[in-house]
Every structure is written in structure tokens, then in C-alpha cells.
Nanobody, 114 residues
Framework: QVQLVESGGGLVQPGGSLRLSCTAS????????MGWYRQAPGKQRAWVAM???????NYVESVKGRFTISRDDAKNTVYLQMNSLKPEDTAVYYC????????WGQGTQVTVSS
């Protein structure tokens, strides 16, 4: 069974940056559009960004210009570069396929606070 493992989260001050990584066992990356999602305290999990097999990207409006999703299929890894972080970006971040979700990983906590 494919397992998703997210990493790279942490505590950062407003305006700071983090780079999240997500690796998966198996070879799902090369055949799938991938996405990043986040779940803030008391809220439902929400889509943040996606990247197609050919590298086209799309973002939720609130992160456009600040976040960049990328992928390295040779490493079965998808990244989320987060710049100019805001307190409202605080959440647990997850990766998964863009459609037909796999079992969710444990996520990685991102806390933006001064």
C-alpha cells in the first residue's frame, strides 16, 4: 500500500519561509497529479495547491504569489515552498493525489507565530 510521508514543517515567524516535502512509496507520482492540502484548527481539510503530471500548477487564491508547488518524479517527491508566511497559514499540511485520494499521511505541522 502506498504511504505518504510529509515533512519540513515547524514554527516560523510571520514573513518567514518553509519548504515542505512529501515522499511516497511506489511510483504514483509519475502517473498522478498531486496536491497539497491543509487543515487549520477547528476547520475542515482544504486544498492549497496542485501540480499536474506535466508540471502545470494551480493555487488557492489566498496563497498565490507566496507558495510554489513542484515535483521530482525521480525521487517520488512533491514540494511546497512557502514564502511570506502569515498566521492564517497555520495548519497541518498534507499531500495526496489531486483526485482519487490515497490514505492520508500524518501531515506536517506549520505554525506561523511571533
Amino acid at each position: 500500500q502506498v504511504q505518504l510521508v510529509e515533512s519540513g514543517g515547524g514554527l516560523v515567524q510571520p514573513g518567514g519561509s518553509l519548504r515542505l516535502s512529501c515522499t511516497a512509496s511506489g511510483t504514483i507520482f509519475s502517473t498522478s497529479a498531486m496536491g497539497w492540502y491543509r487543515q487549520a484548527p477547528g476547520k475542515q481539510r482544504a486544498w492549497v495547491a496542485m501540480i499536474t503530471r506535466t508540471g502545470n500548477t494551480n493555487y488557492v487564491e489566498s496563497v498565490k504569489g507566496r507558495f510554489t508547488i513542484s515535483r521530482d518524479d525521480a525521487k517520488n517527491t512533491v514540494y511546497l515552498q512557502m514564502n511570506s508566511l502569515k498566521p492564517e497559514d497555520t495548519a497541518v499540511y498534507y499531500c495526496n493525489k489531486a483526485i482519487s485520494w490515497l490514505p492520508w499521511g500524518q501531515g506536517t505541522q506549520v505554525t506561523v507565530s511571533s
